[in-house]
């Protein structure tokens, strides 16, 4: 089997999926035959400044062009991932324009206290 494997160059997140793929190859074992692993790196938006951009916004100026979202909060203040709803962000309006956007899986990556603290905020969210 062959494994094309498509990151981002300097996206950490890719890193762990990555990590997440080869443990997985490891577990499975030669349950599957061989893995041919290929690697193809690329940047997502080599004009991205640094600090990133508004995604309500890039949701809006691209609409229809995405298909899933990571979730995810984060404090400006503190630089640190937090519970979503207790972050930064405004989710509503993210949320609004992921519609826009074309986004139709939404991923949340994060520890179990910080899901548990984010879903009352999800589930109250009215969008």
């Not at 160059?9 to 349950?31: F, H, K, M, Q, T």
């Not at 691209?62 to 989710?91: C, E, N």
Request: hydrophobic fraction near 40%.
């Amino acid at each position: 089997m062959r494994i094309d494997f498509v990151s981002d160059v300097a996206c950490p997140w890719c890193a762990i999926g990555l990590n997440s793929l080869e443990r997985a190859l490891e577990n499975v074992g030669g349950e599957i035959g061989d893995v041919e692993l290929h690697m193809q790196p690329f940047e997502l938006n080599p004009t991205m400044a640094p600090e990133g951009a508004d995604a309500a916004e890039y949701f809006t100026k691209y609409p229809g062009r995405f298909i899933s979202m990571h979730v995810q909060g984060w404090s400006a203040k503190t630089k640190k991932i937090v519970p979503v709803g207790q972050d930064t962000l405004d989710w509503k309006k993210i949320f609004s324009a992921a519609k826009t956007g074309g986004i139709k899986n939404y991923f949340v990556e994060m520890d179990l206290e910080k899901m548990k603290a984010s879903a009352p905020y999800l589930r109250d969210l009215q969008v």
